[in-house]
């Protein structure tokens, strides 16, 4: 069984060694833990430190392209060198290597494919009241849109199976975190979480530069991860609206009209039509959607399944075995 730890990395040369020196060396049940650094296009010296330290793996991008992207190159290269379990975390030592075990646990324990560390929001002495509010209420919203339980829905401190990491797909460009929940929840993944520490800060958080922007970015990622997976329910929620007020408006001109004083409201009879118009075209863009959504599950589960022969192992029929149970699977596939 093989762990790999990876940790994003932005111009971190001064909290790097700190957070490399806190990760775990053994874990009961892991035969064997590697170490990925991704280097996100610093212009420090991140990378060497990394290299004088003695990590396995370096993802190098020449310029900054953002976290996700930086999650996923790490993922691919992880699963590229047969990590059965990866865990990301952070270069500023947010998280506490420690708790590694905690969240490789419901992995090895065969109870989960992801697992989330869960922070003491409302004992992390340097986030505002504000902050702690927003993080409650945003967590709150992924629940909702997931359909899970995941209490701390920002926090990028996670463990992936590999059979999970092969089915991660993450579109926005701004952060993973969110999306991948919304993602797991929607796909019935088997997703759980497990409180953890935190240590003291060392630097300020560089994926929010303003409260106003991490808020508006987050609530769009999730939006937009919600209308990928269920467009139907979310189209016809917003036509019914149109239709129902088309319809009430619809009812009074009607009233009026029985009543023999109609050709005064001629204009509710037409914003009626407007809005019943609105809400048809609104639900026929959702039942586009879903087509749309139906094809993309079918494109994921042929992608997974590419991964699986890319990334898994072959017995000597051409067949791709299961790396987690070493069973192969039915299908061949």
Known sequence: MKLVIQIPCYNEAETLEI??????????GIDEI??????????????????DWGVNYIVHFKRNLGLAKGFLAGIDLALRHGA?????????????????????RPILNKEADIVIGERPIDEIDEFSFIKKKLQRFGSWVVRIASKTDIPDA????????RKAAMRINVHNEYTY????????????MAITSVPVHTNPELRKSRLMNSMAAYIKKSMLTVLRA??????????TMISSVFILIGTVIGVRFLYFYFTGSGNGHVQSLILATTMIIIGFQTFVTGLQADVISANRKILEDMQFRIKKLEFGLLDPDGNAIDMESGKQDGDGL
């Open 19 to 28: 957070a490399l020196n806190d990760l775990p060396k053994h874990i009961d």
């Open 84 to 104: 059965d379990i990866i865990v990301n975390t952070d270069a500023d030592n947010q998280y506490s290597g420690a708790d590694i075990d905690k969240l490789v």
């Open 154 to 161: 920002p926090s990028g401190f996670r463990a992936y199976s």
């Open 34 to 51: 590697e170490y990925l650094i991704i280097n996100d296009g610093s212009s420090d010296d991140t990378e060497q430190v990394a290299l």
């Open 226 to 235: 919600v209308l990928m997976y269920k467009p139907m329910k979310v189209f």
């Open 177 to 188: 975190t969110l999306e991948t929940i919304v993602q797991a929840g929607r796909n019935k």
